[in-house]
């Protein structure tokens, strides 16, 4: 089993330029951990990991106070990802804003594409949230 972990954070910036940087470092690494397992994941399946993590970093960043830890596990048929996030707050499903731009289209997308999700709360405040996908 291969496993990575990765720090995110928006250097304390509340910019979107900070958000953007961080949530595409997040990707690369992501790309970087797939390309080197010793039987890497087909290209389909690990561009939807890759926006599964851009999804679920860019909600923790955004939703969680501007910090998050991503790791990455990969089992011998599926890759696991899970963000780790200071708030306790769960996502939620909402009515996607078709007119305004904020929003509500990732977590449907995120349990559509994942085997599996989850959100775990954790001691004494924060949660994860992750995520089960397919390696091939």
Do not use: I, Y
């Amino acid at each position: 089993m291969n496993t990575m972990s990765v720090n995110v954070a928006t250097a304390h910036s509340t910019t979107s330029v900070a958000d953007t940087r961080s949530v595409a470092d997040a990707r690369e690494s992501t790309r970087h951990f797939l390309e080197g397992l010793p039987h890497p994941a087909g290209t389909e399946a690990a561009e939807t990991v890759v926006l599964v993590v851009s999804e679920l970093v860019t909600n923790a960043l955004r939703h969680g106070g501007g910090t998050c830890t991503l790791d990455l596990t990969a089992h011998p048929d599926s890759v696991e990802v899970a963000v780790h996030d200071p708030s306790p707050q769960a996502p939620r499903t909402r009515t996607p804003d078709l007119d305004d731009g904020t929003g509500g289209f990732g977590w449907p997308m995120v349990n559509r594409l994942a085997r599996a999700t989850a959100v775990t709360r954790r001691e004494p405040d924060g949660k994860t949230v992750s995520a089960l996908l397919a390696r091939s």
